[in-house]
C-alpha cells in the first residue's frame, strides 16, 4: 500500500506547486544563474533570492550534488515565509529524508508524524564530511531567459532545501551561504525546477564556466539556445549549440566502502565513459579495465566542479605525463621544480600565446571506442600560468587502488569556457569544447 501511495503524494505535491507557479507568472521555458569563479578557493559560486522577503544567497556549485543545503544556524536565515517539513509530509516522501525519531515506512510510531524530517548532506569541499540537513521549505526567485540575454524573475514557492548548521559548511568560499546540488536525483535543482513546471519545461541543464574571476559565466535550465557573442563584435550573435557533440551520460553506483560486492544506490554523480586519451591525437597507453564501470561503483569517468583540476590514477597520469614531455620537446622547453598542487612544470621556452591559450600539445578524451568522438582541450583548459616564464600541466596524479574509486575526475579547469548540457532525460551530455575557437568565453553573455 505505501508504495502506491507515494507517487501519488509526489504528484499532489508538483502539482500544487506549478499552481502558485501559474498565479504569479506564465511558465519561463528556461531559466538562468550568474556563475563566478572565487579566486582564492576556486570554486565556483552562484546566488539566489530566497524568502521573505526576498534576500540573496550565494551558493557554491556542486555539479554532482544532491541536494540545495544552506547554514540556517545563528539567524543565519530569517524568513517569514520559512518553514520545516514533519515526517510523513510530501516534501519528506520527496526527499527521501528520515525522521529524528527513526521514522520509518512500515514504522510509524506514535508522534512520529509530528517530527521534523533530515537528510544527511555530503559536503564534497571537505571531502565528504557528512553533517544532517532538515528538510525545509521557501520561496525562491530566479531569472528567465530567452537564450540571448536575462528576462523577468520567476517566484518559486515551497522550494525544498536542506538547512544545516555551521559545523558542515566548512570550506565554502567567502560569502558563500551553502551549496546548490546539480545532480540527478528528486530535489537537485535541475529536477525541482522541471517538475515545478510541467511538461514544457525540460530537464535538462547547461553550465559555461568563466575562466577569471573578473566576470560571470552562466548556467542554464530548460529549453533554451546558448547564444553568446564573440569577442571581436559584441553586436554578432552565435548559438554555440551547433558545436555540440553528444556521448551517453551513466548512472554509477554511489560507493559505499564496504568490501562487499553489492548494488548500492546511484549516485548523482554525472559519468561518461572515457575509453582512451590522445596527445597530438595520438593514443596512450592506458589499462582499459580501469576505465570500466564496476557493481561497486568503482571505475568510469566523473565530471565535477569541485574538483579545480582533472585528477588521474597513477599509472594513466604517468602514460599522460610521458606522452606530453616526448611531443612538447620541440618547443624547447624544460622542465622545472613542481609548483604545488602540479607536479610537471615547464619553462615557457618557444611556446607562444595564440586564442587557444598557450601554444601546446593537445590533449583529448575519447569516448566510447569512437576515435572520431572526443573532447579536445588545448592550452587554456590543460595548462596553468604560475609566471611569466613557468607553465604547469593541468592534470593531478590522484593515486591509484585502493586509495581512488573513479580513475578519471574531469575538473573545473578543463570545464572553462567550454559549454557541457546535462539531458537528464535522455542520460546524454551535449559538449563543445572549447568555445575559444568561435572566439568566445562564457562570459560573452549579455546580462
Known amino acids: 500500500m505505501a508504495s502506491s501511495i507515494a507517487p501519488l503524494i509526489l504528484f ?22 550568474p556563475v563566478s569563479k572565487d579566486a582564492t578557493t576556486l570554486q565556483y559560486v552562484t546566488h539566489i533570492k530566497m524568502g521573505t522577503p526576498l534576500a540573496k544567497k550565494n551558493f557554491a556549485v556542486d555539479l554532482g550534488g544532491q541536494h540545495f543545503w544552506m547554514d540556517c544556524d545563528d ?14 509530509s510530501a516534501p519528506c516522501s520527496v526527499a527521501k529524508a528520515t525522521c529524528d525519531g527513526a521514522c520509518f515506512p512500515g514504522y510509524n510510531r506514535p508522534g512520529c508524524n509530528k517530527e521534523k524530517c533530515h537528510v544527511n548532506i555530503d559536503n564534497t569541499l571537505i571531502g565528504g564530511g557528512f553533517d544532517v540537513g532538515f528538510i525545509s521549505l521557501d520561496k525562491i526567485s530566479i531569472q528567465s531567459t530567452e537564450g540571448s540575454k536575462y528576462g523577468p524573475y520567476v517566484g518559486i514557492s515551497d522550494f525544498i532545501f536542506a538547512c544545516a548548521n555551521d559545523r558542515g559548511v566548512g570550506n565554502l568560499a567567502r560569502g558563500a551561504n551553502g551549496m546548490v546540488g546539480l545532480g540527478s536525483n528528486q530535489i537537485a535543482l535541475p529536477t525541482q525546477l522541471s517538475s515545478a513546471f510541467g511538461g514544457s519545461f525540460r530537464r ?10 573578473k566576470s560571470n559565466g552562466v548556467i542554464f535550465f530548460g529549453d533554451s539556445p546558448y547564444v553568446f557573442y564573440p569577442g571581436y563584435n559584441t553586436s554578432k550573435v552565435i548559438d554555440v549549440s551547433s558545436r555540440f557533440q553528444h556521448t551517453k551520460l551513466y548512472i554509477n553506483t554511489a560507493v559505499t566502502g564496504s568490501s562487499v560486492v553489492t548494488r548500492g544506490p546511484p549516485s548523482p554523480d554525472y559519468f561518461v565513459k572515457v575509453t582512451s586519451i ?14 570500466e564501470f564496476k557493481k561497486t561503483g568503482k571505475g568510469g569517468t566523473k565530471i565535477s566542479t569541485v574538483e579545480p583540476y582533472t585528477k588521474l590514477e597513477t599509472t594513466i597520469h604517468r602514460a599522460l605525463v610521458k606522452a606530453f614531455d616526448k611531443e612538447i620537446a620541440v618547443w624547447n622547453v624544460s622542465k622545472v621544480a613542481p609548483v ?20 601546446v600539445p593537445d590533449i583529448a578524451f575519447v569516448f566510447e571506442n569512437n576515435k572520431n568522438l572526443y573532447w579536445e582541450m588545448y592550452g587554456a583548459n590543460s595548462m596553468v600560468e604560475m609566471s611569466r616564464d613557468v607553465v604547469c600541466l593541468a592534470f593531478l596524479d590522484a593515486g591509484d587502488e585502493p586509495i581512488i574509486t573513479t580513475p578519471i575526475v574531469i575538473g573545473a579547469h578543463q570545464l572553462q569556457d567550454n559549454l557541457l548540457q546535462f539531458d537528464l532525460a535522455s542520460n546524454r551530455l551535449a559538449f563543445t569544447s572549447t568555445l575559444l575557437l568561435e572566439e568566445v568565453e562564457c562570459s560573452n553573455f549579455k546580462f
Do not use: E, H
Request: proline share 5%.
Open 75 to 88: 539567524g543565519q536565515y530569517v524568513s517569514s515565509s520559512f518553514k520545516q517539513s514533519l515526517c510523513g
Open 278 to 291: 590522445m596527445v597530438n591525437k595520438k593514443p596512450i597507453r592506458v589499462n582499459s579495465t580501469l576505465l
Open 12 to 33: 499532489s505535491f508538483f502539482i500544487s506547486i506549478s499552481s502558485s507557479l501559474s498565479q504569479t507568472l506564465s511558465k519561463p521555458k528556461a531559466l538562468i544563474l
Open 204 to 213: 535538462n541543464f547547461a553550465i559555461c564556466l568563466p575562466s577569471t574571476s
Open 340 to 359: 604545488a598542487p602540479f607536479t610537471d612544470c615547464y619553462t615557457t621556452g618557444n611556446m607562444g600565446m595564440t586564442i587557444l591559450g598557450i601554444g
